[in-house]
Each structure stands twice: as C-alpha cells, then as structure tokens.
C-alpha cells in the first residue's frame, strides 16, 4: 500500500514568488492535513481538507491556501513568499475520525531566499 | 499556539536503557497520539490512546495517559540505536468529529548511543 506522496521534495524560490506543493494521500484516505515545521515555532496546522473542502483552517495569513481534488489529492499554495516561509511543510492523509491516527508524507523542504 | 508542553527537551541514553518523555496538555481531548521524527523527515504515527484509556502497550511502547493532570507519558523499553529520533505528542484538541487538526507539542530529542 503505497504512503502519502509529497512533491517536490526540495524546493527554493526567491521572496515574492509563489509556490505549490502537493500531496497524494493513501487510497481510501479522505482526509488530508497540511503542517508547517520550522525550528523556531515547531509544528503548526495550516489545513485540513475533506471530499474538496475545507474543514479546519489554523492562523496562518491568506497568502497560505490550499485545495482538494475529487480524487483527494491535495495542493497547498503560498503566494509572495516571505524569507520565513523557509520550512519542512508537512501533509497528512487519514481515516474517517482518524481512529488509526495520521500517515504523514515524508515532506517538501522549502528555502525562500 | 503549541498547547503542549513536552519534557525533557533532550534525552541521551545508552543502548538497552528504558526512555521516558512527558507530555503536558491545556484543552480537552478525544485523545492522544504520539509520533516519531527522524531528522527532518515525515512523522511517523506510533500509538493513539483516547481520553477513555490509562494506560496503552504496542510491542516495546508503554503509553500512560492522566486527563485530570492533562498529562501523558511515552515509555520505550530496550531502547536501540534505530530509536534515535525525535518524540512529538500530539492532541486532537476536543470537540466532536475530526477536525483534522493535531496540536503537537514542542518534541523530545532522544538520542540512543550504542
């Protein structure tokens, strides 16, 4: 059973471009959260989409926003970037009620500079 | 903000050696999860206790879970060098349904030296 697929892996761009990232989630898995990693704040929940729309939104600005697919395939946008936009930027699929927990991607590797 | 608190920050043990991490949390919760990080890399998920268990055991992991003390706690046993890793507790944050939304704590860094 294939994981949760993030791409790109590495990924640098210069302040004030945009950015998409995307996530394939397990098959079956309707669910799909998005996480930003960085050193100095950790883990911080961005989204979380269901059957192409969004549930839960953290407090993130508006230059963050994200979409889901009818085949829950997921994508994550982040417009004018900013020098601390450089993160590990996570996503995660799960089950209904995420009875079995959350199966994370392995990444996408963000440097704005 | 991160709603928990996990201790200690660092841990360094040999080989064999038992490794305890704490977890403390603010809201209430459906329930509790732990994760592990290796360097960089995705989390992986390591065991759910919900609000209605104490305790949780899955192979070498003993989870203990006190929500009056909105508390938890990760017990690896015959730690090995693969256990190297960072530790995150993660919370669900109440309410009813899934929100999709974990509220992780900061981590706990364990390293295993052989």
């Known amino acids: 059973k294939a994981g949760v697929t993030q791409t790109p892996r590495y990924l640098i761009k210069t302040r004030g471009q945009q950015v998409t990232l995307s996530c394939s989630p397990i098959?079956?898995?309707?669910?799909v959260s998005w996480y930003q990693q960085t050193p100095g704040q950790g883990l911080q929940f961005l989204f979380e989409?269901?059957?192409?729309?969004?549930?839960n939104k953290g407090n993130f600005p508006g230059r963050f926003s994200g979409r889901q697919f009818s085949n829950s395939r997921s994508e994550m946008n982040v417009s004018t970037l900013e020098l601390g936009d450089s993160a590990l930027y996570l996503c995660?699929?799960?089950?209904?009620?995420?009875?079995?927990?959350?199966?994370f991607g392995s990444g996408t590797r963000l440097t704005v500079v | 903000s991160q709603q928990g608190e996990e201790d200690p920050q660092a841990l360094s043990i040999q080989e064999g050696e038992n490794a305890t991490m704490n977890c403390s949390y603010k809201?209430?919760?459906?329930?509790l999860q732990w994760y592990r990080q290796n360097s960089g890399r995705g989390l992986v998920h390591l065991i759910l206790?919900?609000?209605?268990?104490r305790e949780k055991h899955s192979g070498r992991l003993r989870v203990t879970l006190d929500t009056s003390k909105k508390s938890s706690s990760l017990l690896i046993t015959a730690s090995r060098a693969a256990d190297t890793a960072s530790y995150f507790c993660?919370?669900?944050?109440?309410?009813?349904?899934?929100?999709?939304?974990?509220?992780f704590g900061q981590g706990t860094t364990l390293q295993v030296k052989p």
């Open positions: 809201t209430s919760i459906n329930n």
């Open positions: 098959s079956g898995h309707r669910s």
């Open positions: 995660a699929s799960s089950l209904p009620q995420a009875r079995n927990g959350y199966t």
């Open positions: 993660a919370t669900d944050g109440g309410g009813s349904g899934n929100t999709g939304k974990l509220i």
């Open positions: 206790i919900r609000s209605n268990e």
């Open positions: 989409y269901f059957s192409e729309t969004q549930r």
